[in-house]
């Protein structure tokens, strides 16, 4: 599987979007662009996924360039509760997720 | 989306014993994993629990100090065997469900 590179940490105004960008430049053809949370002392969350479409769902946006080696994870409007480690991963289906550093996201009021 | 509950939420544990971690999942999935997250690292892999038959383990990991069984598609086990300090972790245990891996909430072991 392809691996990612994301920033180490970023903070993020209360109320306002997170943009959590994410490079994934060897990715190929038949992997997906997995997100996902993990909020201190809990088991990590499903986020979205996408292919090569930008997705969104009740939780976030995915927004993934044309060329596929880049994606930004969007939350429209982040509340102290987002204040989470972010991991982004490239995978295809069927295989096992193998998890990065992520990104430290911290909300501030 | 599959619920996932492990137990014990968590256990304090004496070097040298052993420790039996139990996951439910609240519906049939194709694949089980466990993952080790020791303090302020991230996720570590540590096997796909097969059912019916032996878990394939990743490299560093291996059957006598974590042996794994998954008698059904909804329930599994993982043993820590004769446990040090560096033992000490959270333990999680994951399905797939569809095209999505689902995490349970861990067990976080402290090893005395």
């Known amino acids: 599987d392809a691996k990612t590179t994301q920033p180490p940490s970023m903070d993020c105004a209360e109320g306002r979007a997170a943009n959590l960008p994410c490079n994934h430049s060897?990715?190929?053809?038949?992997?997906?662009v997995y997100w996902y949370r993990q909020i201190h002392s809990q088991g990590p969350q499903y986020i979205i996924h996408g292919l090569k479409n930008n997705e969104t769902n009740e939780m976030a946006s995915l927004i993934i360039t044309e060329d596929r080696k880049s994606s930004t994870l969007i939350l429209p409007h982040a509340t102290l509760r987002d204040t989470a480690v972010y991991y982004c991963i490239v995978i295809s289906h069927g295989n096992k997720l193998v998890f990065g550093a992520g990104t430290i996201l911290r909300v501030k009021s | 989306s599959a619920v996932i509950s492990q137990k014990p939420s968590r256990d304090i544990c004496q070097r040298g014993t052993s420790l039996t971690i139990q996951c439910q999942v609240d519906s049939q999935v194709t694949m089980m994993f466990w993952y080790r997250q020791q303090p302020g690292q991230s996720l570590t892999l540590i096997a796909t629990a097969n059912q019916g038959s032996e878990a394939t383990y990743e490299s560093g990991f291996v059957i006598d100090k974590f042996p794994i069984s998954r008698p059904n598609l909804t329930f599994s086990t993982l043993t820590v065997s004769n446990m040090s300090p560096e033992d000490s972790s959270i333990y999680l245990c994951s399905g797939t469900g569809g095209n999505t891996q689902y995490f349970g909430p861990g067990t976080r072991l402290t090893v005395l």
């Open positions: 060897t990715i190929s053809g038949n992997e997906y």
